[in-house]
């Protein structure tokens, strides 16, 4: 598989596809890792494991400077992901020696809980965030004594493979994370169908979420989704508008894009729409497209030829109200795009565009605007701009999302949970819940009947 920089178009390195049969071997290897890394002492598990955030803060400037060559994201963002992989992992490293279960009182004896691990765990992750959301599955699994086996995207495999290397030299055993870079329809199929796989992790296409879902149910097997969005950015007329205004091109045009919680869908009351998208314009104009490496850039190029092709194909024949500038030349570059929605039928409006490409409408009330909101499909995340606190919170109730902010479009800490209601996924990533996901409970009575 030869990787490209999507910003110069050039094979920045080439990497061997994992074979069923090499795939079949690592799954293997991993139920062998299993067996020890659950019986390790909870403290000793947790050590590791903060050796392993330890290693990964010493390099969070190669894996971020990995990541800007292997998948266009800004140095400002790159440095981000990485430091949030360490982050994830020292979080959760607190866990082992805090995974307690209940006691529960019952007649005739002692009965107890536990919290088992479910064995090898499959992380299937996508090319958008290849370093936050391959942490997002790994750390918490580990964490709770399953071993891991991950697969990142065809086009972003660098930084997973760095993180696997750096596992190992932080002394977590053989076997017990492995990275194996290769195709969804044999390396991530086969976690699905792999009778030792026993919870899949995925992050990508609802499409994809969902066959991956009905493939598991054959086997009972555990899942986790975290899916596509369409999320609405809700700006009503007593608002700070300097600030919603200023803050949207970031809510949408972040990682381009590319990113399942954006702002794509802007709606504005009425009664200031006109003065919003004054406010809107420069905003967009001065995002600052470049070359991803600049540390002012704001945004760097799309992943690749197809998905720039994709999301372009969805602004022809659609209004553009105005849009930014980008780069030209080599490199998948799109501008910061702003449509004029005509109604809520349009295509651009109603589906995931994974593209730095937005729609606006307007809304009348507080009722209508949340009918439109949820009038998708998707439910990942939203913002809400009012300077009305009960409105905020009606607002935040009535809004079919897993993951809402206001007066901000910040969707993701590590310590609190993360994930989508309706077809936006299944299950909560993060936060103190997310352990819970990556173990079985067990119930033990013990009798005291002498
Ligand atoms: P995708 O096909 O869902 O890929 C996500 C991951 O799943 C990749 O690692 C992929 O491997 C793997 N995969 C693909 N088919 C599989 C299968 N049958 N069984 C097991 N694993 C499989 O997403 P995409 O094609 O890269 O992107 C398509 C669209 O999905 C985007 O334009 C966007 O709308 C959406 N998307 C959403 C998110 C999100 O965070 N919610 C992330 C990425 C994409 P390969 O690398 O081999 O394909
Ligand atoms: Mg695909």
């Given at each position: 598989?030869?990787v490209?920089?999507?910003?110069?178009?050039?094979?920045?390195?080439?990497?061997?596809?994992?074979?069923?049969?090499?795939?079949d071997?690592?799954?293997?290897?991993?139920?062998?890792?299993?067996?020890?890394?659950?019986?390790?002492a909870?403290?000793?598990r947790?050590r590791l494991?903060?050796?392993?955030?330890?290693?990964?803060?010493?390099?969070?400037?190669?894996?971020?400077?990995?990541?800007?060559?292997?998948?266009?994201?800004?140095?400002?963002n790159?440095?981000?992901?990485a430091g949030?992989?360490?982050?994830?992992?020292?979080?959760?490293?607190?866990?082992?020696?805090?995974l307690?279960?209940?006691?529960i009182?019952v007649?005739?004896?002692l009965?107890?809980?536990?919290?088992?691990?479910?064995?090898?765990?499959?992380?299937?992750?996508?090319?958008?965030?290849?370093?936050?959301?391959?942490?997002?599955?790994f750390?918490?699994?580990?964490?709770?004594?399953?071993?891991?086996?991950?697969?990142?995207?065809?086009?972003?495999?660098?930084?997973?493979?760095r993180?696997?290397?750096?596992?190992l030299?932080?002394?977590?055993?053989?076997?017990?994370?492995?990275?194996?870079?290769?195709?969804?329809s044999?390396?991530?199929?086969?976690?699905?169908?792999?009778?030792?796989?026993?919870?899949?992790?995925?992050?990508?296409?609802?499409?994809?979420?969902?066959?991956?879902?009905?493939?598991?149910?054959?086997?009972?097997?555990?899942?986790?989704?975290?899916?596509?969005?369409?999320s609405a950015?809700?700006v009503?007329?007593?608002a700070?508008?300097?600030?919603a205004?200023?803050?949207?091109?970031?809510?949408?045009?972040?990682?381009?894009?590319?990113?399942?919680?954006?702002r794509?869908?802007?709606?504005?009351q009425?009664?200031v729409?006109?003065?919003f998208?004054?406010?809107?314009?420069p905003?967009?104009?001065?995002f600052?497209?470049?070359?991803?490496?600049?540390?002012?850039?704001?945004?760097?190029?799309?992943?690749?030829?197809?998905?720039?092709?994709?999301v372009?194909?969805?602004?022809d024949?659609?209004?553009?109200?105005?849009?930014?500038?980008c780069?030209?030349?080599?490199?998948?570059?799109?501008?910061?795009?702003?449509?004029?929605?005509?109604?809520?039928?349009?295509?651009?409006?109603?589906e995931?565009?994974?593209?730095?490409?937005?729609?606006?409408?307007?809304?009348?009330?507080?009722?209508?605007?949340?009918?439109?909101?949820?009038?998708?499909?998707?439910?990942?995340?939203g913002?809400?701009?009012?300077?009305?606190v009960?409105?905020?919170i009606?607002?935040?109730?009535?809004?079919?999302?897993g993951?809402?902010?206001?007066?901000?479009?910040?969707?993701?800490?590590?310590?609190?949970?993360f994930g989508?209601?309706?077809?936006?996924?299944?299950?909560?990533?993060?936060?103190?819940?997310?352990l819970?996901?990556?173990?079985?409970?067990?119930?033990?009575?013990?009798?005291?009947?002498?």
């Amino acid at each position: 598989m030869q990787v490209i920089n999507p910003a110069t178009e050039e094979v920045v390195a080439s990497v061997e596809a994992t074979s069923l049969d090499e795939t079949d071997a690592a799954i293997g290897r991993a139920a062998k890792a299993f067996t020890s890394w659950r019986a390790l002492a909870p403290g000793d598990r947790a050590r590791l494991l903060r050796r392993f955030a330890g290693l990964v803060d010493q390099h969070v400037d190669e894996l971020a400077g990995l990541e800007v060559r292997n998948s266009g994201h800004t140095i400002g963002n790159a440095r981000w992901e990485a430091g949030n992989v360490r982050d994830v992992l020292d979080y959760y490293a607190g866990a082992p020696e805090r995974l307690t279960g209940r006691q529960i009182p019952v007649p005739g004896g002692l009965d107890v809980t536990f919290h088992e691990p479910l064995g090898v765990v499959g992380v299937i992750v996508p090319w958008n965030f290849p370093m936050p959301i391959a942490g997002w599955g790994f750390a918490p699994a580990l964490a709770a004594g399953n071993a891991v086996v991950l697969k990142p995207a065809e086009l972003t495999p660098l930084t997973a493979i760095r993180l696997g290397e750096l596992a190992l030299e932080a002394g977590i055993p053989e076997g017990v994370f492995t990275v194996l870079p290769g195709k969804g329809s044999v390396v991530g199929q086969r976690f699905v169908t792999h009778p030792a796989v026993r919870k899949v992790c995925f992050t990508g296409s609802t499409e994809v979420g969902k066959q991956i879902m009905a493939g598991c149910a054959d086997q009972v097997k555990r899942v986790t989704l975290e899916l596509g969005g369409k999320s609405a950015n809700l700006v009503f007329a007593d608002a700070d508008l300097e600030a919603a205004a200023a803050a949207a091109p970031g809510g949408v045009f972040d990682n381009a894009g590319q990113d399942c919680c954006a702002r794509s869908r802007i709606l504005v009351q009425s009664s200031v729409y006109e003065r919003f998208l004054e406010l809107l314009e420069p905003a967009v104009r001065e995002f600052r497209v470049a070359d991803p490496a600049d540390e002012s850039a704001q945004m760097g190029p799309l992943i690749s030829a197809r998905q720039r092709d994709g999301v372009a194909a969805y602004v022809d024949g659609a209004e553009v109200a105005f849009r930014g500038s980008c780069p030209d030349g080599r490199g998948f570059w799109y501008p910061p795009t702003v449509l004029a929605a005509r109604s809520t039928a349009d295509r651009a409006w109603r589906e995931e565009i994974f593209g730095p490409v937005v729609s606006v409408l307007a809304f009348s009330d507080e009722a209508e605007a949340v009918a439109m909101a949820n009038d998708t499909e998707y439910g990942l995340s939203g913002s809400i701009w009012t300077r009305d606190v009960s409105r905020a919170i009606r607002v935040a109730r009535g809004v079919e999302a897993g993951n809402l902010s206001v007066n901000s479009h910040s969707s993701v800490r590590y310590w609190t949970p993360f994930g989508g209601m309706k077809q936006s996924g299944l299950g909560r990533e993060l936060g103190p819940d997310a352990l819970a996901s990556f173990t079985d409970v067990k119930n033990v009575f013990i009798s005291t009947t002498p």
